[in-house]
């Protein structure tokens, strides 16, 4: 279904490539929805629940790249609404499944990990991911740090803690804030003395391509080093808008990598997770992590189960080269951090020697003494 046609008839192409016109020609709520679904002959009834609970809005780019009906396309499931949100099935599900709140010692700021800290610096998104572990602060802004004060008792709270090497700055979309406040945030982190590397998380590249502009990729180039992880899911993502935003970021000398999710329906294929991988290297975006969906609730029906995840990487191995494969990492309950869920070929140890299956299933011993 052509839904660009549909949709928005006429569009010229210097308006569709506006990011601008995108931003303000969203679909969102309940009226948006109502829009996006008269070409399927439905209305948003089934929906109102779901919309009370958790925002919506999409981008008319990304709405685009649907192509079948929105239930069992791996766009339209990423991104309209389900009435499947409101269930829960798994034992494990929260809000905060990550236990953010319990690591966060100001507002926006949540520090886990000894060496590296993560802000959140908005929740605002060009699209919203139905699979987003931070579905509950859509509605919040209260999560985000507000005003210079805010920010100043961050960068003290920085420099006090000196373990902190690498601050990721994510959210919310980083590059969705107006430049003069992404240059405030970025420059105010930079200049901490033991904050070394900056980290941002940005789905732009993917949902709103257009607007990683020649000026935002300035901003970028001159914070170095300063590495960007972006989030596809599908290689129905991989378009050329999206190809040329990561090309201008690359040509920044914006290193970009992927975070990709593990999600039913959309991606829990082996065939179509090596073509994700595949291409990604292609437009040399480095595949750095698939991550098992977050136990997040709303979103108990993309999760998969761990072994269908570990099958997939285990056929990867083998079939395609390394660059390609993500590793695949399981976020744990109750905050209790990333974990990995390589499946080993390291099958017995014992001193002096290593027994190991090789990608064709061969046992091969090796003496290690
Ligand atoms: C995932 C995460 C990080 C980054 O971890 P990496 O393994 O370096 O990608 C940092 N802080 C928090 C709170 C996180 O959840
Ligand atoms: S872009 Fe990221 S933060 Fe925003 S809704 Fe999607 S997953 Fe969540």
Redesign the pocket.
Known sequence: MDLRNRLWPGIPETKWSDPEWQLENRLKGQKGLAKFLEPFGETAGPFLDCLEQYKWAATPYYISLIKRHYSEDPVGRQVIPSPEELSVSSPHSREDPLQEKRYSPLPGLIHRYRDRALVLVSNF?A???R?????RTWKKPECVPRGQKAWEDIKAYIRTHPDIREVLV????PLLLPAAKLEYILDLLKSIPNVKVLRI?S?LPV?LPMAVTDKLCRILRSRRPLWLNT?FNHPHEITPEAKDACDRLQLAGIPVSNQSVLLRGVNDEFAIMKKLCCRLQEIMVRPYYLFHCDFAKGTDHFRTEIKHGIDIIDKMWGDTGGMCIPRYVVDLPDGMGKARVMPPHLKGLREGTALFQSFQGKFVNIKTG
Not at 131 to 135: I, P, S, V, Y
Not at 170 to 173: E, K, N, V
């Open positions: 998104c699209s919203y991911c699979h987003c572990n931070r579905k994510s959210g919310g979309d998380g789905r949902v989030h």
